[in-house]
């Protein structure tokens, strides 16, 4: 124990060390520079680079170190949250990156597979105090004792799993298990799906994935981004503060209704409205839509020029159309095509109102006579009145707004669902926004190209720069005053061509930032959370995100609201990747108690005979309960459970039906109704698709009897140690009798 506390106080000192050092870099490197771009790009990089490791050395700074592997050829290695190098000439490790290969056998080795182990030791800490030390003997004919043997080898998982809830999820990086670290350290490329029953890991596991791929892949990903989808805000909220605790912020956490720049989804659909906006034939009613929008004269639109009448009728204007549309292009870029044509008709057709030789019928104008008029006619605006009727110009908000006044395309019953007339966008809107976007098209290829002449110019300029830090690297080490550019040089984290496109005039944020603002960002690789809500036309959105089809999809068809079956992956996946996925299983369960699971377990199979829970690793003595309440008495029985149920410390879910709330609301003082829960709170109010994804120490379902069977399995298996049931309606059949 007292060699551990001296070698986790070498550690702190050196951090603080580093910390020190990289505060008075970061204030020397603000100081004001010249004007010129070279300066100003050095000067940014190596305050982001200072920033960084700031970040990074201040988000690990508790249990900087919790393991340590000891190998048979004599030699050991601790492991901690992030790599730390000695000041030598060697730059010599003493804690090794988690995520680095040399740690992996702490995650994988078995008695059966010591992976040239001896002994697996980890370091519990509060603060900078080592308190408790587990030692696992891999190599039983070593015969050295240490006094702090852990015989059965999950003492520390079982201490993490049991602690009092904070309302944030916490990273699980000490303890993750051998088919955890399998999925987290899978390669980046190509589709993989990770399924499980609840409390498996499956959240825990994707988000170490996502800081595994930024340290394998961080050339790649810190210029592409990765992207975390999770299913609505106050998950969010929960599991934002694990990527920061592992050192790593470059991400963009966001719900599906947050992934169109500039609309803000605040409203709620009707899950009947949400289904029909989320089918996949929604795709081809869009386009149709569109296509009536490209409209024929009905019979025929007057223009008046020099005093002539034109007349358009449907059979020129759809000549036209049909030419535009041959070039399959979208439609605000066919635009363009289409004025032509029409342009080139009205010429053609007054030329030869105003051309004709009376005697012999021929046309007296000339090549330059016609090209006269065709430049009078693009002066007239009635001929762009008119354009502008046959092929609006249209952004995506107003396409998709007049779309959902006046649903065409679709059966009565589906377009009386969605229809709306007012009021702020859905959740289900922002893929119906985007697939618009793509349909409509933004003119925006001479912008690009101008862009793009810019970029090459800045390149070349963040070339020069990289190669004065790389040079300056062994000054600066010499040096010893930049002690924090060990562990990250600018030309370790950033290439030309990224640091180029941060650079360029006045842009200085991260390529999360510029994802999160930019509708056609294609990412490095993109996580999806409860992936099985997904409606067809949320894929086909996050499928443009990713071209490459990088992702990781985390997901339990059983607790879907959208009643899959069992083939929901094959269903959603085939369309862009036909059969080329990989799934992995998780099958124990970290949260729910074998208690709470074999009731949660006896509502599934019900409705799913074969249904198989996943195994519960803890049993907890205690079993669920529910007691029957009087109707007019609901929110005091409620109030009263929550009391007796509430842990000393930690977290209660009060999990009940929407329009119950303001009435249970009422007797539980502090607890807010509306807007997005807060988890923090000692007492939280949610309805079951709320709770989705969530854990809390204590929870207490209400009225079970009137959730869907889904619903109702996800409610069941929020606790990590009791469950209790107040209700004033008889217990659906298979609950009653599992209690
Ligand atoms: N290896 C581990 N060590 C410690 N805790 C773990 C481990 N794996 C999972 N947990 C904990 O188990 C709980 C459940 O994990 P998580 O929320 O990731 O499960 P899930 O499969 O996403 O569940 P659901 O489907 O219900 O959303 C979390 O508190 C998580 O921290």
Redesign the pocket.
């Known amino acids: 124990m007292r060699r551990e506390q001296e070698f986790v106080d070498g550690l702190h000192s050196r951090i603080d060390a580093l910390r020190a050092a990289a505060h008075v870099s970061m204030a020397r490197e603000l100081a004001p520079v010249g004007n010129g771009l070279q300066a100003r790009v050095e000067r940014d990089v190596r305050v982001a680079e200072r920033s960084h490791v700031l970040a990074a050395l201040d988000a690990v700074d508790g249990a900087l170190c919790f393991g340590r592997i000891d190998l048979r050829d004599g030699t050991n290695h601790h492991i901690g949250r992030i790599g730390i190098r000695e000041d030598d000439e060697d730059r010599t490790p003493v804690l090794i990156d988690w995520r680095a290969p040399v740690a992996r056998p702490f995650y994988l080795a078995t008695g059966h597979t010591p992976m040239d182990l001896r002994r697996r030791r980890h370091i519990t800490t509060e603060g900078r105090t080592v308190t408790e030390l587990h030692d696992e003997i891999l190599d039983l004919d070593d015969p050295e004792r240490t006094g702090h043997e852990d015989h059965t080898g999950d003492t520390v998982?079982l201490a993490?799993?049991n602690a009092a809830r904070t309302g944030r999820?916490?990273d699980?990086v000490r303890?993750?298990?051998a088919e955890?670290d399998r999925v987290i350290r899978a390669p980046q490329r190509g589709v993989l799906v990770v399924e499980?029953?609840?409390?498996?890991?499956?959240?825990?596991?994707a988000l170490h994935r996502a800081a595994y791929l930024l340290y394998e892949y961080r050339e790649l990903l810190a210029k592409r981004a990765v992207l975390i989808v999770g299913p609505n805000p106050a998950f969010l909220r929960y599991i934002g503060e694990v990527l920061p605790s592992l050192g790593e912020t470059g991400v963009l956490l966001a719900t599906m209704g947050e992934l169109y720049p500039g609309v803000k989804a605040t409203g709620t659909d009707t899950p009947r409205a949400a289904e029909v906006k989320g089918q996949a034939a929604m795709a081809e009613v869009l386009a149709a839509a569109l296509g009536d929008r490209q409209a024929l004269p009905d019979p025929v639109l007057a223009i008046e020029h020099e005093r002539e009448l034109l007349l358009l009728d449907a059979g020129l204007v759809r000549v036209a159309r049909d030419r535009t549309r041959e070039a399959k292009l979208p439609h605000n870029i066919a635009r363009e095509h289409f004025e032509g044509r029409i342009l080139n008709t009205l010429t053609d057709m007054y030329a030869e109102r105003i051309g004709t030789d009376p005697y012999d019928g021929s046309n007296v104008l000339d090549a330059s006579d016609i090209t006269t008029i065709r430049e009078e006619l693009a002066a007239n605006p009635e001929v762009w009145e008119a354009i502008d009727e046959l092929w609006p110009r249209l952004t995506p908000q107003q396409f998709v707004a007049d779309f959902l006044a006046e649903p065409t395309h679709l059966s009565e019953d589906d377009a009386a669902a969605i229809r709306r007339t007012a009021g702020p966008w859905t959740p289900a809107d922002v893929p119906l926004l985007d697939e618009a976007a793509e349909l409509l098209g933004e003119d925006d290829r001479a912008a690009r190209a101008a862009t793009e002449q810019e970029r090459r110019v800045h390149i070349a300029y963040a070339q020069g720069v990289l190669d004065v830090s790389y040079a300056s690297r062994t000054y600066e080490f010499d040096d010893r005053a930049d002690e924090e550019s060990e562990i990250l040089a600018a030309h370790d984290i950033i290439d030309a061509d990224r640091m180029a496109e941060r650079h360029q005039e006045g842009d200085h944020r991260s390529a999360a930032e510029r994802a999160a603002a930019d509708r056609t960002w294609t990412f490095g690789h993109i996580i999806v959370d409860e992936a099985q809500e997904l409606s067809p036309m949320a894929w086909r959105l996050l499928m443009r995100r990713s071209p490459t089809r990088s992702m990781t999809l985390v997901g339990?068809p059983a607790?879907s609201a959208r009643q899959e079956g069992a083939d929901l992956w094959e269903k959603c996946l085939a369309p862009y990747v036909e059969d080329r996925w990989e799934r992995h299983h998780?099958a124990v369960n970290?949260?729910t108690p074998m208690e709470i699971m074999d009731v949660a377990a006896a509502v599934l199979r019900s409705e799913y005979p074969q249904f198989e829970p996943p195994r519960s690793v803890r049993s907890t003595g205690t079993r669920p309960w529910a007691r029957h309440a009087d109707r007019d008495d609901l929110g005091r029985s409620v109030a009263q459970a929550c009391r007796r149920a509430a842990p000393a410390e930690g977290r209660l879910a009060v999990i009940a039906p929407r329009d119950l709330h303001p009435e249970l609301a009422a007797h539980l003082p502090g607890v807010p109704v509306d807007g997005e829960p807060d988890l923090t709170h000692p007492v939280v109010l949610l309805d079951p698709r709320q709770a989705?994804?969530l854990?809390f120490d204590a929870v207490l379902v209400v009225e079970p009897s009137r959730y869907s069977t889904s619903d109702l399995y996800v409610a069941l298996?929020r606790a990590t140690q009791t469950l209790g049931i107040v209700h004033t309606r008889d217990l659906p059949k298979a609950l009653a009798s599992a209690l």
Do not use: N
Not at 196 to 205: L, Q, R, S
């Open positions: 998982l993490s799993l999820m916490g699980i303890t993750i298990q955890q499980g029953g609840p409390g498996t890991g499956k959240t825990a596991v339990d607790q998780l970290y949260r989705k994804g854990e298996t």
